[in-house]
C-alpha cells in the first residue's frame, strides 16, 4: 500500500540556521512528489514538485528538495530560515495509476525561534 | 492563477443539522477533492469527482456525501452533522497536471 511518512512532527529551528524536513515513502510506481505548505488558518500552498530528471528541484521562497530513490526519500531543505517560514509542511505522493488523488503524510509543524 | 474558493471560512452547526460545505474553482479543472484536516492526522481525503456528476469515495466516505451538478462547483454535504465532524475541511482543484490547487478552508464547529 502507498503510504508517506513525515518522521518529525515538530522542528525547532533558530532564525537564520538551515533546515532539513524528512519525507519518506512507500510507493510501488514511479512516483510524483510534492512538498506543500500551510500557514496557520490558510490553505495549503505548493512549494515545489518532482515528477522526473533532476533530483534536485528548486521551488519558491528559497526551498529545494532531492529525490534519492535509493532511500525512498524527498527532504525539503532551506539554507537559512526566516521567522516567516513558520508553519506547516506537508509531504505528497501521487502517481499514474492511483487515480487522482495524492497521499499526504501527517505533516510537520515547524517553529522559529529569534 | 488558480482560484479555488469555498463559501465559509467558518462554519458553527448543532448536531443533525444538514450542512453543505461549497467549493468553487475557476480553471475549468475536471478534478475535483474534499479533505478533512485534523491535528496529528494530517489530511484525509473524503471524495473526489474527475468529471461532472461523476464521483468516487476517498478514504473516509462515510457520513459525507457530494454533488457535482457543475464543473466548477463540487458540493460537500454531511447528512446529519455530528461532533466527530468538528474539523477543517479543504477542497482542492486538479487539471491535467498532477498538482492540486487549494482553497482557504473551512472550518466547522458542530456542537
Known amino acids: 500500500a502507498q503510504s508517506v511518512t513525515q518522521p518529525d512532527i515538530h522542528i525547532t529551528v533558530s532564525e537564520g540556521a538551515s533546515l532539513e524536513l524528512r519525507c519518506n515513502y512507500s510507493y510501488g510506481a514511479t512516483p510524483y512528489l510534492f512538498w506543500y505548505v500551510q500557514s496557520p488558518g490558510q490553505g495549503l500552498q505548493l512549494l515545489l514538485k518532482?515528477?522526473?530528471?533532476?533530483?534536485l528541484v528548486q521551488g519558491i521562497k528559497g526551498f529545494e528538495a532531492e529525490f534519492k530513490r535509493s532511500q525512498s526519500s524527498f527532504n525539503l531543505r532551506k539554507p537559512s530560515v526566516h521567522w516567516s517560514d513558520a508553519a506547516e509542511y506537508f509531504c505528497a505522493v501521487g502517481d499514474d495509476y492511483s487515480g487522482y488523488a495524492l497521499n499526504f503524510g501527517k505533516g510537520t509543524s515547524l517553529l522559529v525561534t529569534p | 492563477d488558480v482560484k479555488v474558493t469555498q463559501s465559509s471560512r467558518y462554519l458553527v452547526k448543532r448536531t443533525g443539522e444538514k450542512v453543505f460545505l461549497e467549493c468553487v474553482q475557476d480553471?475549468?479543472?475536471?478534478?475535483m477533492f474534499w479533505y478533512r484536516q485534523d491535528p496529528g492526522l494530517g489530511l484525509r481525503l473524503i471524495y473526489f469527482?474527475?468529471?461532472?456528476?461523476?464521483?468516487e469515495k476517498g478514504d473516509i466516505p462515510e457520513g459525507y456525501s457530494v454533488s457535482r451538478e457543475k464543473k466548477e462547483r463540487f458540493s460537500l454535504i454531511l447528512e446529519s452533522a455530528s461532533t466527530n465532524q468538528t474539523s477543517m475541511y479543504l477542497c482542492a482543484s486538479r487539471g491535467t497536471g498532477t498538482e492540486q490547487y487549494f482553497g482557504p478552508g473551512t472550518r466547522l464547529t458542530v456542537t
Open positions: 518532482y515528477f522526473s530528471g533532476d533530483t
Open positions: 480553471m475549468d479543472h475536471e478534478n
Open positions: 469527482s474527475y468529471d461532472v456528476k461523476m464521483k
